[in-house]
Protein backbone atom coordinates (compact mmCIF):
# COMPACT_ATOMS: atom_id res chain seq x y z
CA UNK A 1 0.00 0.00 0.00
CA UNK A 2 3.17 2.37 1.06
CA UNK A 3 4.18 1.99 -2.55
CA UNK A 4 1.00 3.54 -4.33
CA UNK A 5 2.02 6.69 -2.37
CA UNK A 6 5.05 7.57 -3.09
CA UNK A 7 5.59 9.27 -6.64
CA UNK A 8 9.22 9.30 -8.92
CA UNK A 9 8.09 13.35 -9.75
CA UNK A 10 10.89 15.31 -10.06
CA UNK A 11 11.59 18.89 -10.63
CA UNK A 12 13.21 19.96 -14.07
CA UNK A 13 12.73 23.79 -14.27
CA UNK A 14 11.10 27.01 -12.64
CA UNK A 15 9.22 29.58 -13.63
CA UNK A 16 10.09 33.01 -12.80
CA UNK A 17 7.92 35.66 -12.09
CA UNK A 18 10.04 38.48 -12.32
CA UNK A 19 8.31 41.58 -11.17
CA UNK A 20 4.74 41.74 -11.42
CA UNK A 21 4.19 45.27 -10.81
CA UNK A 22 6.39 46.20 -14.09
CA UNK A 23 5.52 43.92 -16.89
CA UNK A 24 5.12 46.55 -19.40
CA UNK A 25 7.29 47.00 -22.39
CA UNK A 26 8.79 50.19 -20.76
CA UNK A 27 9.03 48.97 -17.34
CA UNK A 28 10.77 45.57 -18.58
CA UNK A 29 13.41 48.30 -21.16
CA UNK A 30 14.22 50.47 -18.23
CA UNK A 31 15.24 47.37 -15.93
CA UNK A 32 16.96 45.44 -18.87
CA UNK A 33 19.15 48.91 -19.85
CA UNK A 34 19.88 49.53 -15.52
CA UNK A 35 20.97 45.29 -14.92
CA UNK A 36 23.09 45.66 -18.35
CA UNK A 37 24.56 48.60 -17.73
CA UNK A 38 25.52 47.25 -13.97
CA UNK A 39 26.28 43.42 -15.52
CA UNK A 40 28.79 45.29 -17.72
CA UNK A 41 30.78 47.08 -14.99
CA UNK A 42 30.56 44.34 -12.64
CA UNK A 43 32.37 42.49 -15.44
CA UNK A 44 34.72 45.29 -16.71
CA UNK A 45 35.74 45.96 -12.96
CA UNK A 46 36.38 42.13 -11.88
CA UNK A 47 38.44 41.22 -15.33
CA UNK A 48 40.09 44.15 -14.87
CA UNK A 49 41.27 43.32 -11.26
CA UNK A 50 42.40 40.04 -12.60
CA UNK A 51 44.19 40.92 -15.39
CA UNK A 52 46.28 43.53 -13.12
CA UNK A 53 46.71 40.84 -10.71
CA UNK A 54 48.04 38.24 -13.12
CA UNK A 55 49.97 40.64 -14.96
CA UNK A 56 52.43 41.97 -12.47
CA UNK A 57 54.16 39.44 -9.99
CA UNK A 58 54.94 41.38 -7.17
CA UNK A 59 51.51 40.60 -6.52
CA UNK A 60 51.40 37.27 -6.02
CA UNK A 61 50.98 37.41 -2.38
CA UNK A 62 48.05 35.95 0.01
CA UNK A 63 46.16 38.84 0.41
CA UNK A 64 46.04 39.66 -3.33
CA UNK A 65 45.61 36.23 -4.64
CA UNK A 66 42.58 35.82 -2.38
CA UNK A 67 41.64 39.17 -4.07
CA UNK A 68 41.83 37.83 -7.49
CA UNK A 69 39.08 34.37 -5.89
CA UNK A 70 36.95 37.47 -4.87
CA UNK A 71 36.80 38.59 -8.25
CA UNK A 72 36.36 35.41 -10.26
CA UNK A 73 33.66 34.30 -7.50
CA UNK A 74 32.21 37.93 -8.36
CA UNK A 75 31.97 37.06 -11.86
CA UNK A 76 30.57 33.68 -11.15
CA UNK A 77 28.20 34.44 -8.88
CA UNK A 78 26.50 37.73 -11.00
CA UNK A 79 26.71 34.93 -14.05
CA UNK A 80 24.03 33.27 -11.89
CA UNK A 81 21.29 36.04 -12.19
CA UNK A 82 21.74 38.50 -14.24
CA UNK A 83 21.70 37.26 -17.41
CA UNK A 84 19.18 34.96 -17.16
CA UNK A 85 17.63 37.93 -15.82
CA UNK A 86 18.64 39.77 -18.80
CA UNK A 87 17.22 37.23 -21.11
CA UNK A 88 13.39 36.80 -19.37
CA UNK A 89 12.85 41.02 -19.79
CA UNK A 90 13.96 41.08 -23.52
CA UNK A 91 12.20 37.60 -24.71
CA UNK A 92 10.11 36.66 -21.91
CA UNK A 93 12.29 33.41 -21.20
CA UNK A 94 11.10 33.23 -17.80
CA UNK A 95 12.22 29.30 -17.89
CA UNK A 96 15.13 28.16 -15.70
CA UNK A 97 16.10 24.77 -15.04
CA UNK A 98 16.80 23.19 -11.84
CA UNK A 99 20.38 22.56 -12.71
CA UNK A 100 20.72 26.52 -13.59
CA UNK A 101 20.47 26.82 -9.81
CA UNK A 102 23.30 26.57 -7.73
CA UNK A 103 25.20 28.24 -4.52
CA UNK A 104 28.83 29.24 -3.85
CA UNK A 105 30.03 29.70 -0.35
CA UNK A 106 33.40 30.83 0.66
CA UNK A 107 34.97 30.63 4.00
CA UNK A 108 38.30 32.52 5.37
CA UNK A 109 39.33 31.73 9.02
CA UNK A 110 42.12 34.30 10.14
CA UNK A 111 43.77 33.24 13.47
CA UNK A 112 45.74 35.78 15.00
CA UNK A 113 44.77 39.05 16.08
CA UNK A 114 47.59 41.01 14.38
CA UNK A 115 46.03 39.05 11.54
CA UNK A 116 42.63 40.16 12.18
CA UNK A 117 43.43 43.50 12.93
CA UNK A 118 45.03 44.51 9.78
CA UNK A 119 42.57 42.41 7.54
CA UNK A 120 39.85 44.81 9.30
CA UNK A 121 41.57 47.84 8.96
CA UNK A 122 42.36 46.32 5.02
CA UNK A 123 39.20 44.92 4.15
CA UNK A 124 36.51 47.19 6.66
CA UNK A 125 34.43 48.47 3.31
CA UNK A 126 34.68 44.99 2.12
CA UNK A 127 32.96 44.29 5.38
CA UNK A 128 30.61 46.55 4.92
CA UNK A 129 29.44 45.10 1.71
CA UNK A 130 28.68 41.80 3.52
CA UNK A 131 26.83 43.82 5.91
CA UNK A 132 25.17 45.45 3.65
CA UNK A 133 24.41 41.52 1.94
CA UNK A 134 23.01 40.33 4.94
CA UNK A 135 20.65 43.58 5.65
CA UNK A 136 19.26 43.00 2.47
CA UNK A 137 18.66 39.70 3.03
CA UNK A 138 16.65 40.36 6.50
CA UNK A 139 14.61 43.05 4.63
CA UNK A 140 13.56 40.18 2.30
CA UNK A 141 12.53 38.02 5.22
CA UNK A 142 11.11 40.34 7.04
CA UNK A 143 8.98 42.19 4.37
CA UNK A 144 6.92 39.31 4.20
CA UNK A 145 5.79 40.37 7.45
CA UNK A 146 5.39 44.55 7.16
CA UNK A 147 1.94 45.34 5.35
CA UNK A 148 2.34 47.15 2.30
CA UNK A 149 5.69 45.72 0.71
CA UNK A 150 5.28 44.68 -3.00
CA UNK A 151 6.27 41.55 -4.84
CA UNK A 152 8.28 44.09 -7.01
CA UNK A 153 9.90 45.77 -3.78
CA UNK A 154 10.96 41.87 -2.33
CA UNK A 155 12.31 40.91 -5.86
CA UNK A 156 14.10 44.28 -6.39
CA UNK A 157 15.73 43.94 -3.18
CA UNK A 158 16.85 39.84 -3.71
CA UNK A 159 18.37 41.02 -7.20
CA UNK A 160 20.31 44.15 -5.70
CA UNK A 161 21.44 41.78 -3.29
CA UNK A 162 23.24 39.67 -5.24
CA UNK A 163 24.46 42.66 -7.69
CA UNK A 164 25.70 45.38 -5.13
CA UNK A 165 28.56 43.15 -3.58
CA UNK A 166 29.75 42.21 -7.15
CA UNK A 167 29.13 46.49 -8.25
CA UNK A 168 31.08 47.30 -5.31
CA UNK A 169 33.98 45.04 -4.60
CA UNK A 170 36.72 45.90 -7.80
CA UNK A 171 35.84 49.84 -6.90
CA UNK A 172 37.24 48.47 -3.29
CA UNK A 173 39.73 47.04 -3.79
CA UNK A 174 41.06 49.69 -6.91
CA UNK A 175 40.64 52.68 -4.61
CA UNK A 176 42.07 51.05 -0.98
CA UNK A 177 44.82 49.43 -2.58
CA UNK A 178 48.07 51.51 -3.55
CA UNK A 179 49.76 48.65 -4.83
CA UNK A 180 46.77 47.45 -7.07
CA UNK A 181 46.05 51.10 -7.95
CA UNK A 182 50.09 51.80 -9.07
CA UNK A 183 50.05 48.48 -10.69
CA UNK A 184 46.94 49.14 -12.85
CA UNK A 185 49.07 53.06 -13.90
CA UNK A 186 52.03 50.68 -15.04
CA UNK A 187 49.58 48.47 -17.29
CA UNK A 188 48.03 51.11 -18.48
CA UNK A 189 51.32 52.85 -19.21
CA UNK A 190 52.62 49.33 -20.84
CA UNK A 191 50.00 49.54 -23.36
CA UNK A 192 50.51 53.52 -23.93
CA UNK A 193 46.71 54.15 -22.93
CA UNK A 194 48.25 56.90 -19.84
CA UNK A 195 51.48 58.75 -21.34
CA UNK A 196 52.75 59.76 -17.93
CA UNK A 197 52.57 57.87 -13.96
CA UNK A 198 49.32 57.23 -12.88
Not at 47 to 50: G, M, S, Y
Not at 76 to 84: D, L, N, R
Given at each position: MSGLNQSNFRVQEFVL???????DKESKNILLAVFLAVYSLI???N????VILLLDEGLYIPMYLLILNLAILDI?????????LLTALMFNDNIISFAGCFIIMSVVKITTSEGRSKAFSTCGTHLLVICVFFLLA???ILSYRIPGVSADARIMV???????????????????SKEIRESFGKTLKKIQILPGGF
Open positions: FGFPGLQLLGVLIIAISSITVPKVFISVLQSVIPSLANPIIYCLR
